[in-house]
C-alpha cells in the first residue's frame, strides 16, 4: 500500500475537520472506548481556537470512565487549560454545560450526559451558537430524539504499530462513524492521531465516505 | 471621632425571672456570681460574691451555671448585627470582653438623623431584639465607655469631654477592681480627681499591666493617647444599606430590594475605579442577627446584572429573614482597581473571551461550589495520581495558562484514581503481561511498551510506615485495539524474594489511552 500521501490529508472530508458552533453527539461504542471519545472530540478544535475547553462530568461518570488526566490533555495543546466541572447530577451537568456553551469562554464544552432529551439538547444547540462554541456530548448509547447537528459513533481501532519498535503500540487510530448529520452524508472513517500535532488524519483508503460500516462500530450498530 | 458603647443586658433568663436570679462561674474561688437580674441587684447581692455567701443572704437565690463562651458567641454576633450602624464594630475587651460593644460611627450619626436619633435607634432596636442597654457617643472609646456605664449625658463633644469626665467615678477609667481600690486608698474618687496629681507620681503608683493602667485609661478616655480597637469583621470600604420601617419577611422581599443596593454601591465604586471581587449581602434581623450570603468572583466587576446573577445562583433563599429583616446591607469585601475598558483592536475579542471565561467560573463555582468547579495544575511527585492537582478554579489566576507538557512519554487520557486492581499473567515475571482481566473482562495483549519504571522516593518514607515499591509501566493494547497504561507494584528480586510475610507484586489499572 503506498505511504498517505498530501492530497489523502487534505481530503479529510468536512465533519472531520474544525468542529463548529453547534451541538454534536458522539456516542462511544463500548464504554471502554470513551477515551478514543474523549480524544476524537479535543482533536477536532480549530486549532486557531485559543480559548479553553470545559468539561462537564457527573461523579457516576468519573467512576465509570476515570478522571481527565492533565499530562493527557496537555498533549492536545490546549495552553488555555481545562476547566473541570464535577456535578452530583446530570441536570447539574446539562445546566454547567448550556452556561459554558453560552459564556464564550470556551471553544469546547463537553459533557457526560447519558439522558438529554430533545428540549435539552435543542438549548444547547441555542446556547453553543451564543457563545460561538462547540458542544460535545458524550455518551455511551445512542438517545432518543435529539437536536444535536451531527451524531458520532466512536470505536478505538488497533494501532499500525510503533515504526520503530513493532511490538509496541503506534499512533492511537480510532473509527468515527457518522450515524446521523444535517445535509452531510454518513460514512465511516478510519483516523489515526498525528503525535506532533494531535489532529486526526485518514488512516487508510479503505476506510473512506460511502463505505457501509465497517469495524466495531457495525458491530455494535 | 465619635463612638458609642453599650453594655448589654443578658438575655432572656433574666427578662422573665421574677425573683432573683444568678448566674454562677466555677473559678479557683469556689463558684462565685457572673451575672445578676435587676432583683437580685436590688436585694444587695453583687457579681463576684461566692455563691455559698449570696446563698446565705438569699435562700431562694436561682442560681444557674454560666455559660461565657455563649455570652461571647453571642456578643460577637451581636455585633456583626450592629454593622447596620458603623462599618467597623469592636467587642469591648475589658470586663471578659462579655458586656459591650464599641462602633465607630465617625462621619455616621448624620445618616440616623443626628447623634440623639442614633443612641434612640440603638436602644430601640436592641430592646426589640430583646436586648436592654445603653449606648453614649463620644471622642474617644474611653469616653463612650465611661458615659454609657456613668454618664447622665450621653453625648459629649471633644471640648467638654474633660469637664463631663470629672464627675465620674474612677470605676468608669476600665480599670480592674484591684486599682480601683487602691485608687480610692489614696481617697481618688472621681476621675476630676485625678487630674490635678503630678502624672509621674500616679503612673508609678499605678502600674501599667496589659496596658490597662489608670493613666493609661485616662489619656484614652481624654483621647491623649489612641486607642486601636479591633473590629469582629474587617471593614468593607464600599458598602450600602437601606432600613425598612415595615419588615421584610421574605426571601422574595429581599431579592427585590437588591436590585437598588446593587445600583448605588456600582456607583459608588465607579467613582473610584474599583470593582468588586468578593460581595456579601446581609441581612438585619429583628431579633438582634444577622443572615448573609456572599459571593467570589474570579475578575473585579461592577456589572450589577453579573453581580445580581451571581446572588441569584447562590440563593436568596439561603438568607433566613426569621421574624422579619429591618435593614439590608451589601458590601464590597474585596474590592480593586478596574481598569478601564480600552482593549486595542484584535485584543478586544481575546479580552471578551478572557471575561466570559472567569464570569463562567464565577457562575459555576456560585451554584455548585467552588469545589465543584477545577483547574489542572502540574505538581510535582513522581506518582502519576499525583503529578496533577485539580485546585478550584476561583482561587486561581483568572486566565488559565497551563505549562507544555512536561512530559516526555505518553501519558493517559483518562486516569483511574485510585488504580484498579487488575489479575494479570506475563511470560516472563518481570515482563509485560500477555493477559490481564480488569473489570471481570478477560484481554489478550496485542502490543506492549514498556517498562518505564517509577521509583518511590525513598528518602521520604511514607506515613504508615508500609514500604513504597518501585512501579513498571506499560503501554498496553489489547485485540480489540484498546489502549491502556498497566503498571506492576513491586519489582521481583529487590523488592519481593518469595518470603511468606512478603506482599507478591501485583498488576493495576491506572488509566486509559484514546
Same mark, same amino acid.
Given at each position: @500500500?503506498?505511504?498517505?500521501?498530501?492530497?489523502?490529508?487534505?481530503?479529510?472530508?468536512?465533519?472531520l475537520?474544525?468542529?463548529?458552533?453547534?451541538l454534536e453527539?458522539?456516542?462511544?461504542?463500548?464504554?471502554?472506548? @470513551?477515551?478514543?471519545t474523549?480524544?476524537?472530540?479535543?482533536?477536532?478544535?480549530?486549532a =486557531?481556537?485559543?480559548?479553553?475547553?470545559?468539561l462537564?462530568?457527573?461523579?457516576?461518570w468519573?467512576?465509570?470512565?476515570?478522571r481527565?488526566?492533565?499530562?493527557?490533555?496537555?498533549?492536545?495543546?490546549?495552553?488555555e487549560g481545562?476547566l473541570?466541572?464535577?456535578c452530583?447530577?446530570?441536570?447539574?451537568?446539562l445546566?454547567?454545560?448550556e =452556561?459554558?456553551?453560552?459564556?464564550?469562554?470556551?471553544?469546547? @464544552?463537553?459533557?457526560g450526559i447519558e439522558?438529554?432529551d430533545?428540549? =435539552?439538547?435543542?438549548?444547547?444547540?441555542?446556547?453553543a451558537r451564543?457563545?460561538a462554541s462547540?458542544?460535545?456530548?458524550?455518551?455511551?448509547?445512542?438517545?432518543d430524539?435529539s437536536?444535536?447537528?451531527?451524531?458520532?459513533?466512536?470505536?478505538?481501532?488497533a494501532?499500525?504499530?510503533d515504526?520503530?519498535?513493532v511490538?509496541?503500540?503506534?499512533?492511537m487510530r480510532?473509527?468515527a462513524?457518522?450515524?446521523r448529520?444535517?445535509?452531510e452524508?454518513?460514512g465511516?472513517?478510519?483516523?489515526?492521531?498525528?503525535?506532533?500535532?494531535?489532529?486526526l488524519?485518514?488512516a487508510?483508503?479503505?476506510?473512506?465516505?460511502?463505505?457501509?460500516?465497517?469495524?466495531r462500530?457495525?458491530?455494535a450498530? | 471621632m465619635? /463612638?458609642?458603647?453599650g453594655p448589654?443586658?443578658p438575655?432572656d433568663?433574666f427578662a422573665?425571672?421574677?425573683?432573683?436570679l444568678?448566674?454562677i462561674?466555677?473559678?479557683?474561688?469556689?463558684a462565685v456570681i457572673?451575672?445578676?437580674?435587676?432583683?437580685?441587684?436590688?436585694?444587695?447581692l453583687s457579681?463576684?460574691?461566692?455563691?455559698?455567701d449570696?446563698?446565705?443572704?438569699?435562700?431562694?437565690?436561682?442560681? &444557674?451555671?454560666a455559660?461565657?463562651?455563649a455570652?461571647a458567641?453571642?456578643?460577637?454576633?451581636?455585633?456583626?448585627?450592629?454593622?447596620r450602624w458603623?462599618p467597623s464594630?469592636?467587642?469591648?475587651?475589658?470586663?471578659?470582653g462579655l458586656?459591650?460593644?464599641?462602633?465607630?460611627?465617625?462621619g455616621a450619626?448624620?445618616?440616623f438623623?443626628?447623634?440623639?436619633?442614633?443612641?434612640?435607634?440603638?436602644?430601640? /432596636?436592641?430592646?426589640?431584639?430583646?436586648?436592654?442597654?445603653?449606648?453614649?457617643?463620644?471622642?474617644?472609646?474611653?469616653?463612650?465607655?465611661?458615659?454609657a456605664?456613668?454618664?447622665m449625658?450621653r453625648?459629649?463633644?471633644?471640648?467638654d469631654?474633660?469637664?463631663l469626665l470629672?464627675?465620674?467615678?474612677?470605676e468608669?477609667?476600665?480599670?480592674?477592681?484591684?486599682?480601683m481600690?487602691?485608687? *480610692?486608698?489614696?481617697?481618688?474618687?472621681?476621675?476630676?480627681?485625678?487630674?490635678?496629681?503630678?502624672?509621674?507620681?500616679?503612673?508609678?503608683?499605678f *502600674?501599667?499591666v496589659d496596658?490597662?493602667?489608670?493613666v493609661?485609661r485616662?489619656d484614652?478616655a481624654?483621647?491623649?493617647t489612641?486607642e486601636?480597637?479591633i473590629?469582629?469583621?474587617a471593614?468593607?470600604?464600599y458598602r450600602?444599606w437601606?432600613?425598612?420601617?415595615?419588615p421584610l419577611?421574605?426571601?422574595a422581599?429581599i431579592?427585590?430590594r437588591?436590585p437598588?443596593?446593587?445600583e448605588?454601591?456600582?456607583?459608588?465604586?465607579?467613582?473610584d475605579?474599583?470593582g468588586? /471581587?468578593?460581595?456579601?449581602?446581609t441581612?438585619?434581623?429583628?431579633?438582634?442577627r444577622?443572615?448573609?450570603?456572599?459571593?467570589?468572583?474570579?475578575?473585579?466587576?461592577?456589572?450589577?446584572?453579573?453581580w445580581l446573577?451571581l446572588f441569584?445562583e447562590?440563593g436568596?433563599e439561603r438568607?433566613?429573614p426569621g421574624?422579619?429583616?429591618?435593614?439590608?446591607?451589601l458590601?464590597?469585601?474585596v474590592a480593586?482597581p478596574?481598569?478601564a475598558?480600552?482593549?486595542e483592536m484584535?485584543?478586544?475579542?481575546?479580552a471578551r473571551?478572557?471575561?466570559g471565561l472567569a464570569?463562567?467560573?464565577d457562575?459555576?463555582?456560585a451554584?455548585?461550589?467552588e469545589?465543584?468547579v477545577?483547574v489542572?495544575?502540574?505538581a510535582?511527585?513522581w506518582?502519576?495520581?499525583?503529578?496533577?492537582r485539580?485546585?478550584?478554579a476561583l482561587?486561581?489566576?483568572?486566565?488559565?495558562?497551563?505549562?507544555?507538557?512536561?512530559?516526555e512519554?505518553? &501519558?493517559?487520557?483518562?486516569?483511574?484514581?485510585p488504580?484498579e486492581?487488575?489479575?494479570?499473567?506475563?511470560?516472563?515475571?518481570?515482563?509485560?503481561?500477555?493477559?490481564f482481566?480488569?473489570?471481570?473482562?478477560?484481554?489478550r495483549?496485542?502490543?506492549?511498551?514498556g517498562?518505564e519504571?517509577?521509583?518511590?522516593?525513598?528518602w521520604?518514607?511514607?506515613a504508615?510506615?508500609?514500604?513504597?515499591?518501585t512501579r513498571?509501566?506499560?503501554?498496553?493494547e489489547?485485540?480489540?485495539?484498546?489502549?491502556?497504561?498497566?503498571?506492576?507494584?513491586?519489582?521481583?528480586?529487590p523488592?519481593?524474594?518469595g518470603?511468606p510475610?512478603?506482599?507478591?507484586?501485583?498488576?493495576?489499572?491506572?488509566g486509559?489511552?484514546?
Amino acid at each position: @500500500m503506498p505511504p498517505l500521501s498530501l492530497e489523502l490529508d487534505a481530503a479529510v472530508p468536512p465533519p472531520l475537520t474544525d468542529l463548529p458552533a453547534g451541538l454534536e453527539e458522539a456516542c462511544a461504542t463500548a464504554p471502554r472506548d @470513551m477515551a478514543a471519545t474523549l480524544a476524537f472530540a479535543l482533536a477536532r478544535v480549530t486549532a =486557531q481556537d485559543r480559548r479553553g475547553v470545559g468539561l462537564a462530568l457527573t461523579r457516576a461518570w468519573l467512576n465509570e470512565h476515570g478522571r481527565p488526566y492533565g499530562p493527557g490533555l496537555a498533549r492536545f495543546g490546549r495552553d488555555e487549560g481545562v476547566l473541570l466541572v464535577v456535578c452530583r447530577t446530570e441536570v447539574e451537568a446539562l445546566w454547567a454545560m448550556e =452556561q459554558g456553551l453560552r459564556s464564550g469562554g470556551l471553544s469546547l @464544552m463537553l459533557g457526560g450526559i447519558e439522558g438529554a432529551d430533545l428540549t =435539552q439538547t435543542r438549548r444547547l444547540d441555542f446556547a453553543a451558537r451564543d457563545g460561538a462554541s462547540a458542544g460535545v456530548l458524550l455518551r455511551t448509547r445512542t438517545g432518543d430524539l435529539s437536536a444535536a447537528r451531527r451524531r458520532w459513533r466512536i470505536a478505538a481501532e488497533a494501532s499500525g504499530g510503533d515504526p520503530d519498535d513493532v511490538r509496541a503500540p503506534g499512533p492511537m487510530r480510532l473509527m468515527a462513524e457518522l450515524t446521523r448529520s444535517r445535509g452531510e452524508r454518513p460514512g465511516v472513517w478510519m483516523l489515526e492521531m498525528e503525535d506532533e500535532t494531535h489532529r486526526l488524519r485518514l488512516a487508510d483508503r479503505l476506510a473512506g465516505h460511502g463505505h457501509g460500516p465497517v469495524g466495531r462500530t457495525a458491530r455494535a450498530a | 471621632m465619635a /463612638r458609642s458603647a453599650g453594655p448589654l443586658a443578658p438575655p432572656d433568663p433574666f427578662a422573665q425571672a421574677a425573683g432573683p436570679l444568678a448566674l454562677i462561674l466555677k473559678t479557683a474561688r469556689g463558684a462565685v456570681i457572673h451575672a445578676l437580674n435587676p432583683a437580685a441587684r436590688a436585694v444587695g447581692l453583687s457579681r463576684g460574691q461566692t455563691q455559698a455567701d449570696a446563698l446565705a443572704m438569699i435562700p431562694h437565690l436561682d442560681c &444557674r451555671p454560666a455559660d461565657p463562651e455563649a455570652d461571647a458567641r453571642a456578643l460577637r454576633a451581636l455585633a456583626v448585627w450592629a454593622e447596620r450602624w458603623s462599618p467597623s464594630v469592636s467587642v469591648d475587651a475589658s470586663d471578659g470582653g462579655l458586656e459591650g460593644l464599641f462602633l465607630d460611627v465617625t462621619g455616621a450619626a448624620h445618616l440616623f438623623g443626628g447623634e440623639a436619633a442614633l443612641i434612640t435607634q440603638i436602644e430601640r /432596636r436592641l430592646a426589640d431584639a430583646g436586648a436592654r442597654s445603653r449606648a453614649a457617643i463620644a471622642p474617644t472609646p474611653g469616653a463612650a465607655w465611661a458615659l454609657a456605664r456613668w454618664g447622665m449625658a450621653r453625648r459629649i463633644a471633644a471640648d467638654d469631654a474633660r469637664d463631663l469626665l470629672a464627675p465620674l467615678p474612677v470605676e468608669a477609667l476600665r480599670i480592674d477592681a484591684a486599682t480601683m481600690r487602691q485608687a *480610692r486608698r489614696f481617697g481618688l474618687k472621681t476621675i476630676g480627681d485625678l487630674y490635678p496629681m503630678p502624672r509621674a507620681g500616679l503612673a508609678r503608683r499605678f *502600674r501599667d499591666v496589659d496596658g490597662a493602667g489608670l493613666v493609661r485609661r485616662l489619656d484614652q478616655a481624654l483621647g491623649l493617647t489612641a486607642e486601636a480597637l479591633i473590629p469582629v469583621r474587617a471593614p468593607a470600604k464600599y458598602r450600602g444599606w437601606e432600613a425598612y420601617a415595615e419588615p421584610l419577611t421574605d426571601t422574595a422581599g429581599i431579592e427585590a430590594r437588591a436590585p437598588g443596593l446593587a445600583e448605588s454601591l456600582s456607583r459608588a465604586l465607579e467613582r473610584d475605579g474599583q470593582g468588586a /471581587r468578593v460581595l456579601t449581602l446581609t441581612a438585619f434581623r429583628v431579633d438582634g442577627r444577622t443572615s448573609e450570603i456572599s459571593v467570589h468572583m474570579g475578575r473585579a466587576s461592577r456589572e450589577v446584572k453579573v453581580w445580581l446573577r451571581l446572588f441569584r445562583e447562590t440563593g436568596f433563599e439561603r438568607i433566613d429573614p426569621g421574624f422579619g429583616v429591618d435593614a439590608l446591607m451589601l458590601s464590597a469585601d474585596v474590592a480593586e482597581p478596574l481598569a478601564a475598558h480600552q482593549v486595542e483592536m484584535g485584543q478586544e475579542a481575546a479580552a471578551r473571551q478572557a471575561e466570559g471565561l472567569a464570569a463562567l467560573i464565577d457562575r459555576l463555582s456560585a451554584r455548585l461550589g467552588e469545589d465543584a468547579v477545577r483547574v489542572a495544575s502540574p505538581a510535582g511527585s513522581w506518582l502519576p495520581e499525583r503529578a496533577e492537582r485539580w485546585r478550584p478554579a476561583l482561587a486561581s489566576a483568572p486566565v488559565l495558562v497551563e505549562g507544555p507538557a512536561t512530559h516526555e512519554r505518553a &501519558r493517559p487520557l483518562m486516569l483511574l484514581d485510585p488504580p484498579e486492581p487488575v489479575e494479570a499473567i506475563a511470560e516472563l515475571p518481570d515482563g509485560a503481561p500477555a493477559r490481564f482481566t480488569w473489570r471481570r473482562v478477560c484481554r489478550r495483549v496485542a502490543r506492549a511498551d514498556g517498562p518505564e519504571r517509577l521509583s518511590p522516593e525513598w528518602w521520604r518514607p511514607r506515613a504508615d510506615g508500609r514500604q513504597v515499591r518501585t512501579r513498571d509501566y506499560y503501554r498496553i493494547e489489547d485485540d480489540q485495539g484498546l489502549r491502556y497504561w498497566l503498571f506492576r507494584e513491586g519489582l521481583y528480586g529487590p523488592e519481593y524474594m518469595g518470603g511468606p510475610d512478603e506482599r507478591a507484586p501485583s498488576w493495576w489499572m491506572h488509566g486509559m489511552f484514546p
